[in-house]
């Protein structure tokens, strides 16, 4: 099995570099009366409002960063970086962050779960190490070019890694949690982890790239995981109804008869009493 203890051992190796996918051209252009290609209006409008975050998200994620604010979700605990040996050396560190993102992909979310697809992950590791050997000096990239060159290594793992072996942030790390809930709150309307990442990177602040990633998965693990501590709370904020409303559109039932201290808040608060008869356990945003 492929160690994940040290860096690989500096040495002759051969290895094929594989290019990365040229960035996308954007925006449309018309010729002007004079012939100079100018930009459509349209285009140019619709370019100014995706660039700004979105009202439903300026609402939302005081939310989440409030109901996140015990790290204990199991992102919290066996995480990249949280796997990575921080008193390894530098080089040992770097390839320890590299292969955990590489393991954790397709893993359950479970801190105990077994890694996924371990065959084809070992192979890939196994190269990776060549490729680090032959271009990069025994050492982890330190560009999402060099990243992404790496077997089984995508855009996700690439942003992870960067992070946490170099605290670089230079893009946000989108999986399935970031990508669903996402849509679900509808910030954004994408079909592809791919392009919610583009599409968060176009107005997400940068001041909160660094932890958006581990926020959103840790509240899409509790989602599934443990949604009556999220119910619970929910309860002890200052805008109750705001946060119940906010995780029964990600997904989690809200039903009377279950809580007591929910069927308590419901006899007070109206707003409460409202998203209980409407939602009754079923799924899609509340408006």
């Not at 801190?111 to 371990?118: I, K, L, R």
């Not at 670089?168 to 509808?186: K, P």
Request: net charge positive; aromatic share 4%.
């Amino acid at each position: 099995s492929a160690s994940v203890a040290m860096a690989p051992p500096r040495g002759s190796a051969r290895a094929t570099l594989k290019r990365p996918a040229a960035a996308l051209s954007g925006g449309s252009a018309r010729k002007g009366r004079d012939g100079v290609k100018v930009k459509k209006k349209g285009k140019a409008a619709a370019n100014a409002r995706a660039s700004r975050p979105p009202a439903t998200w300026k609402a939302d994620y005081p939310l989440i960063q409030r109901l996140r604010a015990r790290r204990d979700a199991p992102v919290d605990s066996v995480g990249c970086e949280r796997l990575a040996d921080p008193k390894a050396k530098r080089a040992d560190f770097e390839w320890q962050c590299l292969v955990a993102a590489m393991l954790s992909s397709q893993t359950k979310d479970q801190a105990n779960a077994e890694v996924g697809f371990h065959s084809v992950k070992a192979k890939n590791v196994r190269a990776a190490a060549e490729i680090c050997l032959a271009l990069h000096k025994g050492r982890v990239p330190r560009t999402i070019e060099g990243l992404l060159a790496l077997p089984g290594v995508g855009p996700k793992m690439a942003y992870l890694t960067l992070h946490a072996a170099f605290d670089a942030q230079e893009g946000i790390c989108v999986d399935t949690h970031v990508h669903r809930i996402a849509n679900v709150l509808r910030w954004i309307r994408t079909k592809t982890p791919e392009e919610t990442r583009m599409a968060l990177e176009a107005w997400l602040p940068k001041r909160y790239w660094p932890d958006f990633n581990i926020l959103m998965v840790g509240l899409g693990q509790q989602q599934q995981q443990t949604p009556q501590k999220l119910v619970e709370r929910c309860l002890r904020l200052k805008s109750p109804a705001a946060a119940l409303r906010l995780v029964a559109n990600i997904g989690v039932p809200l039903r009377a008869g279950r809580l007591p201290a929910l069927d308590a808040l419901a006899g007070r608060d109206p707003a409460v009493r409202r998203l209980l008869a409407a939602r009754g356990g079923g799924r899609g945003r509340e408006k």
